[in-house]
T-cell receptor, first 114, second 116 residues
Framework: AQSVTQLGSHVSVSEGALVLLRCNYS??????LFWYVQYPNQGLQLLLK??????LVKGINGFEAEFKKSETSFHLTKPSAHMSDAAEYFC????????????FGKGTKLSVKP | DGGITQSPKYLFRKEGQNVTLSCEQN?????MYWYRQDPGQGLRLIYY???????QKGDIAEGYSVSREKKESFPLTVTSAQKNPTAFYLC???????????????FGAGSRLTVL
């Protein structure tokens, strides 16, 4: 069965510092992987997705993630945090061919200090 | 602009009452989904539908019901049998096919239900 583990329910960084949000997955077949962002009282917005092309995926708002099969990881990074990045971030996995049936991690809330 | 509209945004209900949450999409997506979100628990799948007049239970379907009479609409009813209905409910949709695009979910803005 597929699963997703996000390490750290809360991460706090200073403005301008590196953002690193960790995600590890479990899947018996090559998966699709996603990162979504959620601002308070809003729906989720797709940041980026991995679908077996380049292992380094670039998304919106300066975020990127690297698929590492050997480590079963898909960590999200951003070189320099902005105050506007404060939100909750969700990693998700799905099997190829399983239309839309995503398994979500429990989320990591990112705080950005001035 | 294409998107998903959920209503109402906030809803209060008394114990023992059924309540229906609306979800409408104009993206021409075949599949639609309902998720429940509780603090610290991520998103849990309630029901999903891949085609009109057909739907399947997700991980936490007990106490909920859905219908899919039109492609654009997928309403969720929270029944009095749901023991702990206070939560944030998210509707989503995705396109058809087996490619990666079919796995990309587009979400509505959510409906927050509070049981008094």
């Amino acid at each position: 069965a597929q699963s997703v583990t996000q390490l750290g329910s809360h991460v706090s960084v200073s403005e301008g510092a590196l953002v690193l949000l960790r995600c590890n997955y479990s899947s018996s077949v090559p998966p699709y992987l996603f990162w979504y962002v959620q601002y308070p009282n809003q729906g989720l917005q797709l940041l980026l997705k991995y679908t077996s092309a380049a292992t380094l995926v670039k998304g919106i708002n300066g975020f990127e993630a690297e698929f590492k099969k050997s480590e079963t990881s898909f960590h999200l990074t951003k070189p320099s945090a902005h105050m506007s990045d404060a939100a909750e971030y969700f990693c998700a996995v799905s099997e190829r061919g399983s239309q839309g049936n995503l398994i979500f991690g429990k989320g990591t809330k990112l705080s950005v200090k001035p | 602009d294409g998107g998903i509209t959920q209503s109402p945004k906030y809803l209060f209900r008394k114990e023992g009452q059924n309540v229906t949450l609306s979800c409408e999409q104009n993206l021409n997506h075949d599949a639609m989904y309902w998720y429940r979100q509780d603090p610290g628990q991520g998103l849990r799948l309630i029901y999903y539908s891949q085609i009109v007049n057909d739907f399947q239970k997700g991980d936490i379907a007990e106490g909920y019901s859905v219908s899919r009479e039109k492609k654009e609409s997928f309403p969720l009813t929270v029944t009095s049998a749901q023991k702990n209905p206070t939560a944030f409910y998210l509707c989503a949709s995705s396109g058809a096919g087996a490619g990666s695009g079919a796995n990309v979910l587009t979400f509505g803005a959510g409906s927050r239900l509070t049981v008094l």
